[in-house]
């Protein structure tokens, strides 16, 4: 583990109690003492920060595309670029097992390092302290939401996504329906030909089932082309 | 609509601004100017609160007890149960078909209409507002959790549930894994007789897959029992 001095510059942030940075640092692999409590709690604070600064920065976005914007900040790929810019690689506690394994350099561990870098920092120092941290991480991210694309619901989307690499359109299924009249809940299968299985996706209609399924489509075919 | 200081008096907080109020219990159904923007705040507020209170209360409590704990608190159910007592209901602006249809009575309004309130609380005069309505609302049900409850994972209480009610046990089944070594995302679908569909779970892991399949289908099963 390195010294945490260069850390504490790049997050433009010294802890207190440099042994909560520690602990954020600790995989559980490591041992019982780890993180994960720590981005139990990141995870909720970074998501009340991100939502305050969205819904002040987009006074007409509607709710759903508040929730997309929200998402495409807090997916585990964006928060593992900003550990990877932090270098929290470096610095990770981890067994012996994801060390030889290559566990510092593992996308999902690294996105949980810096959530809970965010809950070490709000319990050393409380959430002002902590909103600037995220502030910092995610001031241009945010600036850089185009609200055009956003604009655009999952099904359009993914149509766009598939025609503009020559494939076929999506096909969707529903495949259950529960509950009584005005508490029903949809299940719709989307399939590709791309891939073997479907993506299913619920909601309180069948569009918003549908747009659910699309936009975890569109998540299955990034993550596949990050993979 | 009636007068709002009976509800000022219920919530414990005068609103500075009371079209915030006015705003936070209009329905969508009653036009553009409606409260969803408003929930997707509070929800977000809601979720920060609780979180760094379980986390305080709950010292021992590793990172998926925590999460099984806040669910329970933030769920609909509980959410619309609040605005019950409030009798958020005699207050919501609705447009004339769910009027006629009984919306006011309606546990998913009532209950994305609370958490509106709490976004409208945070607007008027800040976090601190919001938390301690939250903490009024719900320090009693935070005292009442039972961490014996908690500490049974997701495919127990569901194997308890069935047993109790003299069912027979769920099945699970994989039915598809996707991703590379490492980074795999198992899907699990669990099926019980009573319920002509199975519910699917996803996971990095088949256990984990199963313990959220199990986690959807007592929430389900709940539903339909409260439904």
Redesign the interface.
């Known amino acids: 583990m390195q010294n945490l001095d260069k850390l504490h510059r790049k997050l433009g942030y010294v802890f207190q109690q440099p042994e909560l940075l520690e602990r954020a640092l600790t995989h559980r692999s490591y041992g019982a003492r780890n993180n994960?409590?720590m981005?139990?709690?990141g995870?909720?604070?970074l998501?009340?920060l991100?939502?305050?600064e969205l819904?002040r920065q987009f006074p007409e976005?509607?709710?759903g595309e508040?929730?997309r914007l929200?998402a495409s900040l807090v997916k585990g790929e964006t928060l593992a670029s900003i550990a990877t810019e932090l270098a929290l690689g470096d610095y990770l506690n981890l067994g012996s097992g994801e060390l030889k394994?290559g566990g510092h350099r593992?996308?999902?561990i690294l996105a949980d390092a810096f959530e809970a870098v965010i809950g070490a920092v709000?319990l050393d120092s409380g959430?002002d302290s902590a909103s600037a941290l995220v502030q910092a991480f995610f001031r241009e991210r945010i600036g850089g939401l185009d609200p055009r694309t956003l604009k655009k619901d999952p099904k359009t989307r993914l149509q766009e996504h598939l025609q503009a690499r020559g494939n076929q359109l999506p096909d969707y299924q529903v495949?259950?329906t529960?509950?009584?009249a005005?508490?029903q809940r949809f299940?719709v299968a989307c399939q590709i030909t791309e891939l073997a299985?479907p993506v299913?996706g619920e909601g309180?209609s069948r569009r918003k089932a549908e747009q659910a399924a699309a936009e975890k489509m569109l998540q299955?075919l990034t993550?596949?082309d990050n993979?």
């Open positions: 994960e409590r981005e139990f709690l995870d909720a604070i998501g009340y991100i939502s305050t819904y976005a509607t709710e508040l929730s929200r394994s593992r996308r999902s709000y959430i495949i259950a529960e509950g009584k005005h508490e299940r299985e299913i309180t299955t993550d596949r993979g």
